[in-house]
């Protein structure tokens, strides 16, 4: 083989090497981004919204994972463009922490209401019936009953 | 009255505090005529920088709510363009602003309209919605030089309505 032929061979070999990371390479794949950020207009996650708005926004998705950007990164420019509002999830600083503190918040409160509730009402059951045992039927009882039993055929 | 009456007690008052707060802050309604318009900076829609509706203080406004996305946006910006044509000035201007828009998207629809009106960009329509109670885009409030809207129309507005509802209003009249 020539030296040129090598040299080409050599080029051809670099070309096919060198493509891929030419090219951008997908990081993340549309219908993820789609499940986790709003349409703003619609309200509603992006994978479900068929608005003229929410088609932009796709088309926009679409871009920038052509481009090769992360799932972070299409985020953060979706960010910029609509504000946080986007984000179906809230970020896990500032305010929004809330949305995560206060259901677990919630949940350990209502754990705690029900032990108090449960001991309560197991201590209560425990002691028995309080107050005086009750006092059977008095003669007169006893005979009016009688009585009325008699008058049915039983 | 039992520690336990006094929480009970406080606890339905948070809870109805709560739907009450969250009936409030739902139920606000648009922008009424003869109500002051609502300020906030926003940011240019090209360029840097930022201006607010207070700026345009002593000047009347046409602000005009839009979105690339919306038909009907498309259908009034050459009737808004050929109005500022005719009547802007230092007296008055046709005030754009994109709402819920990828900036790309506006930039390029203000580029295929030519439109000359200065545009303010409310990325996350927090002016529109919350601001002016907005249902949608587009909707075009006329405000005048002390800052009360004079005329609100929850849609789009056409050449006869500029040329018989706003112009009649404007310091050069109908001319």
Redesign the interface.
């Known amino acids: 083989m020539s030296g040129r032929a090598v040299a080409l061979l050599a080029a051809a070999l670099l070309a096919v090497s060198a493509a891929p990371a030419g090219a951008a390479t997908p990081k993340v794949e549309q219908n993820v981004i789609e499940a986790e950020v709003m349409c ?2 619609c309200g509603t996650l992006l994978e479900l919204a068929e ?3 929410a ?3 796709k088309a ?1 998705v679409a871009r920038l994972i052509a481009d090769g950007r992360s799932k972070e990164e299409i985020k953060d420019a979706l960010v ?7 984000l179906a999830l809230p970020s896990g600083d500032g305010f929004s922490l809330s949305a995560y503190l206060v259901p677990i918040v919630a949940f350990v409160l209502a754990v705690v209401a029900l032990a108090f509730g449960v001991r309560r009402w197991r201590r209560d059951g425990s002691d028995g019936p309080t107050g005086p045992a009750p006092a059977g039927p008095s003669d007169a009882e006893s005979k009016r009953l009688d009585a009325d039993l008699s008058r049915y055929d039983l | 009255m039992s520690t336990r009456s006094v929480i009970a007690v406080l606890a339905v008052v948070a809870v109805v505090g709560l739907l009450t707060f969250g009936l409030l802050s739902k139920g606000s309604s648009g922008v009424e005529v003869g109500e002051v318009a609502p300020v906030a900076a926003l940011p240019h829609l090209e360029g840097g920088g930022s201006k607010s509706l207070a700026d345009y203080r002593g000047q009347w406004v046409l602000v005009n709510f839009w ?5 009907p946006c498309k259908d009034e910006a050459p009737a808004l363009e050929r109005f500022q044509q005719r009547h802007g000035s230092e007296q008055f201007t046709v005030l754009g602003i994109d709402s ?6 506006g930039i390029e629809f203000v580029d295929s309209y030519g439109l000359s009106y200065p545009q303010l960009r409310d ?4 002016y529109a919605e919350e601001d002016f109670g907005t249902t949608g885009v587009p909707e075009n409030y006329l405000v005048d030089p002390r800052g009360r809207v004079r005329l609100a129309v929850r849609g789009p507005v056409d050449e006869e309505y500029l040329r018989e509802a706003v112009a009649p209003l404007l310091p050069d009249g109908s001319s």
Not at chain 2, 67 to 71: M, P
Not at chain 2, 100 to 105: C, H, M, Q
């Open positions: 703003p207009v608005s003229p708005q088609l932009r926004q926009f910029a463009e609509y504000g946080e509002e986007v | 979105a690339s996305w919306c038909t819920n828009d990828l900036s790309g998207d990325g996350d329509g927090e």
